[in-house]
């Protein structure tokens, strides 16, 4: 059974910086293409990152130039690196997983808050 636990949420100024992780278990990490979403108060669900198993990534306009996906294999982990954080980057974010089959998995998601 796969599982996801995100962690690293929380409040932050803006401006700031903040790193959230997403550990998984239960399937062939290094296979998967690994993902950041995030939902806002009041919005629909978007795309934040993205990376593949090649490390191939791909960013929301949003976010590019200020947010960095990254991976570690060997710690089934998925990281998401944000700086200069905006109050509208505010939202809980939720970490998926894409096997080569196309199944989705998500974690439960862990708040965000830029706020002065």
């Known amino acids: 059974q796969v599982q996801l636990q995100e962690s690293g949420g929380g409040l932050v100024q803006p401006g700031g910086s903040m790193t959230l992780s997403c550990v998984e278990s239960?399937?062939?990490?290094?296979?998967?293409?690994m993902g950041w979403y995030r939902r806002a108060p009041e919005k629909q669900r978007e795309l934040v990152a993205t990376?593949?198993?090649?490390?191939?990534?791909n960013y929301a306009d949003s976010v590019k130039g200020r947010f960095f996906i990254s991976r570690d294999n060997a710690k089934k982990t998925v990281y998401l690196q944000m700086n200069s954080l905006k109050p509208e980057d505010t939202a809980v974010y939720y970490c998926?997983?894409?096997?080569?089959?196309?199944?989705?998995?998500w974690g439960q998601g862990t708040q965000v808050t830029v706020s002065s």
């Open positions: 239960g399937s062939i990490f290094r296979t998967n293409t």
């Open positions: 990376m593949t198993s090649s490390g191939r990534s």
């Open positions: 998926t997983l894409e096997t080569p089959l196309q199944n989705t998995y």
